[in-house]
Structure formats: structure tokens, C-alpha cells
């Protein structure tokens, strides 16, 4: 009996101590497991840190690759539709750029905070990229300062434009007004009239007059008819052909001024001096036969 009890009791123990070393097993197991599964969730939340850097970093580089080819032309250059418009959406593509990137650094430093996991070196890489993108930003805000102060030059300058355009028209009105008036008192000045007929017929029209029988003869004293004289430039006149044999000038002009010629047998008034012979009178009168 004791040599199969004391193999009972051998076989309990044996089966008592697979037990337990069975349930010790199991428990190192799954705590390596956790700690595996932990190890991958870490390692997929440093890969995503550094994705998203990564992809940061890229986008600042397009962003900077961007500003590079907004060309800001001189102020007294006008931009065409082309141009302005190139310009407009790539200035709306930077502002999206640089708030898409920075609402994803915001999340990232966010996530960082709540992680249990800690990196000096993805904090410093967030606080750089952050740096970089304000950068930018502020690059990009000045561009836009410089398209605004540009635009509203152009629009002072074309103002100054068209107000100069209206100056200038209103002074060629005012100049050719004055030359107009200029050219009229010229002319005025310099006009002259002359009349030549028989005595009858200047006393017809009152241009010569008397009042009595031995009183003297009067010349343009009272209203004559003016219409009856031919108007001229006494500037430009220097002849008047009077198609009589016979002439006599009854109003002043210096004789210095002036001859008498005849030409197939009637005479032709000559004037020598145009300036000293209407100098006394701009009307002359001649009697002919």
C-alpha cells in the first residue's frame, strides 16, 4: 500500500506544479503581448509625428517655391487681367497653404500634449516648423500689402490722370478761346474799309456831305452807310484798282504813304506804307468820275 500511495502522492505534486507553472506562463504571455502592442501603437505615433512633419516641411517649401514667382511690378506699371489674376490665386493659395499647415501643427502639438509618450526632439521639430510658417506668413501678408498700396496708387495716379486730362483739355479750350479772341481784336485792329464812287453817289450815301452851297464839303460826319464800303485787311492790301481816269482821296492818309498810278489809262491807288497810311484814318474815300 505505501509504495502506491507514495506514487499517488508523486503524481499530485507533479500535476500541482505543471499548474501552476502553466498559469505563470500565461500571464508573462499576455503581459508581452501587451507590451508588443504597445510598442506598435507607439511606433505608428512617432511614424505619424514624423509624417506630418514631413509633409509640413514639404508644404513650406511650396509655399516659399510660390512667393518666389508673385512678381509685384514696379507702381507706374499697370498689371494686365492675366497677370493680376495669376497673382490673385496664388496669393489665395498660399493663405490656404499656410492655414491648413497650421491648423495641422496645432493638432499635433495638441496630440503631443495628451500622449504619455514624450520626444524633445518632435517638440523642437513643431516649435521650427511653427517658426518657419509665421515666416511665411508674414511674407505673404507684406506681398499682399505691396498688391493693396499698388492698386491704390494706380487708382491716385489714374485720378491724377484724368483730372490733368480735364486741366489740359479745359486750358486748350481756354487757349483756343483766347486765340479766337486774339485773332478777332488782330483782325479788328488791322481791318480797314474803303469806298470809292461819284460824287453823287457818296453824298447818296452820306459819306460826303454839305450844308449849303459854298459851305465846305464834309467827309464821315454824319450816319453814313457803312454797309456801301468794302472791308479788308490793311495788312495784306496794297493796291485798290479805282477803274476811273480820274481820283481824288478825300480822307487823311499821309501822301508819303501812298501814290496814285495809272494802269490802260485809269488809275490804281498803291499803298507804299500800309501801317503809316491807315495810321490817321481806317476809312478811306475816294471820289471818282
Not at 517655391?65 to 507702381?75: K, L, R
Not at 479750350?173 to 486774339?182: G, P, Q
Not at 460826303?208 to 459854298?214: A, E, H, P, W, Y
Amino acid at each position: 500500500m505505501k509504495p502506491i500511495f507514495f506514487t499517488l502522492a508523486i503524481l499530485f505534486f507533479m500535476l500541482t506544479s505543471c499548474g501552476k507553472q502553466s498559469s505563470e506562463y500565461q500571464r508573462l504571455k499576455e503581459q508581452n503581448d501587451s507590451l508588443i502592442n504597445a510598442k506598435h501603437k507607439l511606433q505608428e505615433e512617432v511614424d505619424g509625428y514624423f509624417s506630418a512633419m514631413d509633409q509640413i516641411e514639404q508644404n513650406i517649401e511650396k509655399i516659399k517655391s510660390t512667393e518666389n514667382t508673385i512678381s509685384i511690378q514696379p507702381v507706374n506699371q499697370e498689371f494686365d487681367n492675366d497677370t493680376r489674376s495669376k497673382i490673385n490665386e496664388d496669393l489665395t493659395y498660399l493663405n490656404e497653404m499656410l492655414q491648413s499647415n497650421k491648423a495641422e501643427l496645432a493638432r499635433l502639438k495638441a496630440k503631443l500634449k495628451k500622449s504619455a509618450f514624450k520626444s524633445a526632439e518632435i517638440e523642437r521639430t513643431l516649435t521650427r516648423l511653427t517658426k518657419a510658417l509665421e515666416e511665411e506668413n508674414s511674407k505673404v501678408i507684406l506681398l499682399q500689402a505691396e498688391l493693396s498700396k499698388k492698386d491704390s496708387l494706380i487708382v491716385q495716379l489714374s485720378s491724377t490722370v484724368d483730372e490733368l486730362g480735364k486741366n489740359v483739355e479745359n486750358l486748350a479750350t481756354e487757349n483756343k478761346t483766347k486765340e479766337v479772341k486774339i485773332k478777332e481784336q488782330d483782325d479788328a485792329i488791322h481791318t480797314a474799309w474803303y469806298v470809292f464812287g461819284t460824287r453823287s453817289e457818296l453824298k447818296e450815301q452820306k459819306i460826303i456831305t454839305s450844308d449849303g452851297l459854298f459851305s465846305q464839303q464834309q467827309v464821315l460826319q454824319r450816319d453814313f452807310n457803312k454797309n456801301y464800303f468794302v472791308r479788308i485787311d490793311a495788312r495784306n492790301t496794297k493796291s485798290i484798282p479805282l477803274y476811273s481816269s480820274r481820283a481824288k482821296i478825300l480822307t487823311n492818309h499821309p501822301k508819303s504813304s501812298y501814290t496814285l498810278e495809272k494802269e490802260n489809262g485809269n488809275f490804281v491807288l498803291i499803298i507804299v506804307d500800309p501801317n503809316e497810311f491807315w495810321s490817321v484814318s481806317k476809312y478811306l474815300v475816294i471820289e471818282v468820275d
